[in-house]
């Protein structure tokens, strides 16, 4: 009884950590010219069958299945001497977890954001961003249903991060951020921030191949259900391997894999992802 209660509240709480804020992708923060328009298409299947809580594994059979498309329009240009971009995730997609019987499809929170570049220097390969996200809670919800797609609170997302590179093809990006949450009032749900910093590590393999290996870090974010702490702060450990192939002067296709390492709190997800990206 108690680890089925345990699932059900971190079926609020800890299911698709992170899915409205894209994950960063090695070279994210390489600026482009002032005048470049590009479109992002993602796919991601996201898959998880143990979860756990405060270190303790409390179901090994939970059956965490989703399938999420994103749309991500971007466009760079200049403001008084500083490259910056302003950018929307637009994200629909289904979900379902076998443990629970519950399961839930359509539109999740879009995101706004936008990025400053305080250091853009190509010559020198040295590029220092700032990037404030808004997650804006229209998508789909029931306040009756024990998954939803929107999650009926504001969110907030503050990045910085340093992009360098190193010579002979390879680059470094380095950096972290602290996510936010309003309360939300039907589950009666506060929830502490969380504090997450990443390492991208990139070869060129060919002008127009290369590729990355990646490791995050994710603490805190701790919930609490009307009034009753979950003691589920998270101190998880990700690795992610990438591969990038640019088959046009305007088209490139990212091929992504993605495992949880070391989970203290949540579903111990992997995931695959493609994307393409056209820019112009």
Known sequence: MKRTCIAAVLCFGLVLPNIAFADLDPRDYVGAPAGTFAMLTYFRHITADTLYNDGDEVNNNFGLTANVEI???VYYFDV??????IQALLITGDQEIDAAGVS???IFDPV???T???INNGESQTWLGFTPYFSIPVGDYDKDKPLNNGENRWKFKEELMLAKGLGNGWFLDVGGSVEFYTDEDDAKKKQDPLWTGELHLSKDITKKWYIGASYMYHAGGETEFDGVN???SQNNHTLMATTVFGFDDNYNLQLQYKRDISV???PETSAFQARLLYFF
Do not use: A, Q
């Open 112 to 114: 706004l954001l936008g």
């Open 71 to 73: 749309f991500r329009p």
């Open 264 to 266: 203290e709190s949540g």
């Open 230 to 232: 979950s003691n589920d």
């Open 104 to 106: 839930s499809s359509g």
């Open 116 to 118: 400053v570049w305080f």
């Open 80 to 85: 008084g001497g500083f490259l910056v971009d």
